[in-house]
């Protein structure tokens, strides 16, 4: 289950049925949380409105929520998160030995 940016060029409103581009499934409207590295810092913003779709899960954020995403990004650090939580990191080593 993946995220991606696609610009919805000349598309109006969710009337239109849309299909994957990696598995050709049925786009519905929904929410999806987005993963994002800057740097070092992992950034997650939660229940962001997407077209998902029904099939692999994998969701399209539309140009306009996109271009707000860039915006909220470029001064994220004005805004007091909702909360912050602690991620396990494990090195490659633990995971799937030494090769
Ligand atoms: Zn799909």
Redesign the pocket.
């Known amino acids: 289950m993946g995220k991606r940016l696609q610009n919805q060029k000349g598309k109006e409103m969710n009337d239109i049925t849309d299909w994957?581009d990696?598995?050709?499934?049925e786009l519905r409207p929904g929410k999806t949380t987005l993963e994002i590295w800057r740097g070092e810092e992992l950034l997650i913003i939660k229940d962001v409105s997407a077209d998902v779709?029904q099939?692999?899960?994998?969701a399209y954020i539309s140009a306009e929520i996109s271009e707000k995403l860039d915006r909220f990004l470029a001064e994220h650090q004005q805004h007091r998160p909702e909360r912050y939580i602690a991620v396990p990191q494990y090195s490659a080593a633990q995971a799937v030995g030494i090769y």
């Open positions: 994957c990696l598995c050709g499934g779709c099939q692999c899960g994998e």
